[in-house]
């Protein structure tokens, strides 16, 4: 008979919920300030700095295989440069709670692309989530054509899309990840994850920076940056890495698939955006079908979620 996971676990999964949820108002803070993928340079080059000071203190010197190293550098690249490259591009872009909404369908990417790539069989039910997912999609990207990102109305088209690729490239990731993780704990693959992410962010910031420029960081922007390496990077992840340890991961799934709401309900307090009645309809589809297509059987779990 297997043990009840202790209420910490619980407190951990929520807690995880939570600051993945944030995360979107803390990018939209962080925007103001920085772009896009300077922004993403600072995050993982503060994350991965702390995570090694921690690390090196706690397990001493440690050897490194080249294997290892490439196998950490490819999970860096893929799941932090390419992934937050289109984030923040399309936060930057649309509205925070769209977003939100939209990352929530890498499941949905994670069954199409496993179709293709490992022949699973999906069912009606799976199907029909998709189709219904779909519509959603393209009712909400459309819904959202005509909006800057900056306030009330919703997104931009073009945002929407870009965050759209995010959830593509971690769905591709998340279908790699067994071939890249290492037999390591946890703490050494995400300081390395961060360390790599951040070297292979840093000529995407540079190019950046010669064609757009650096503004003036504000101190809203600043407090941005440092809720998501502290709070979402460091902590979150910690939380999501404890959580695994005591409750099923279809379980803490469930904890992962409410992201979206806490995303939409803060950004409603913290920035005062608003869905109109069509994109409010349109993102209860999306979520609707999200939900159908990874309900019948073990849930895709999505590798990143802030």
Request: aromatic share 10%.
């Amino acid at each position: 008979m297997h043990s009840r996971p202790p209420a910490s676990a619980y407190a951990a999964a929520v807690g995880m919920t939570v600051a993945f949820g944030l995360s979107f108002v803390a990018t939209k803070y962080a925007l103001r300030g920085f772009e896009p993928l300077l922004l993403a340079l600072l995050r993982f080059s503060l994350a991965g700095g702390i995570l090694w000071v921690v690390w090196r203190l706690r397990r001493g010197p440690e050897r490194v295989s080249r294997g290892e190293l490439g196998r950490l550098a490819a999970l860096g690249f893929i799941s932090l440069t390419v992934y937050f490259s289109f984030e923040n591009l399309g936060i930057a872009r649309t509205s925070a709670s769209e977003a939100a909404i939209l990352i929530a369908t890498i499941p949905l990417f994670v069954v199409i692309l496993n179709t293709f790539t490992l022949r699973e069989r999906n069912t009606a039910r799976q199907w029909a989530g998709i189709a219904l997912s779909f519509a959603g999609i393209a009712a909400l990207v459309l819904l959202g054509g005509g909006g800057t990102g900056g306030g009330g109305t919703g997104g931009g088209l073009t945002g929407n899309l870009l965050v759209l690729a995010a959830s593509l490239s971690a769905a591709v990731y998340s279908i790699l990840a067994r071939r890249l993780l290492v037999s390591r704990p946890a703490l050494f693959v995400t300081t390395f994850q961060n360390l790599f992410g951040a070297l292979f962010m840093l000529p995407l910031a540079l190019a950046e920076a010669a064609l757009v420029g650096v503004r003036q960081p504000t101190p809203g922007a600043a407090g941005g940056v440092l809720f998501l390496t502290v709070v979402c990077s460091i902590t979150a992840f910690l939380l999501l890495n404890y959580a695994f340890r005591f409750i099923p991961a279809s379980k803490v799934a469930v904890f992962i698939n409410l992201t979206p709401i806490v995303a939409v309900a803060s950004a409603y307090v913290l920035l005062g955006e608003r869905f109109t009645p069509g994109q409010a309809a349109a993102a209860v589809v999306v979520v609707a079908g999200v939900w159908l297509t990874n309900s019948g059987g073990g849930a895709a779990r999505s590798p990143s979620a802030g």
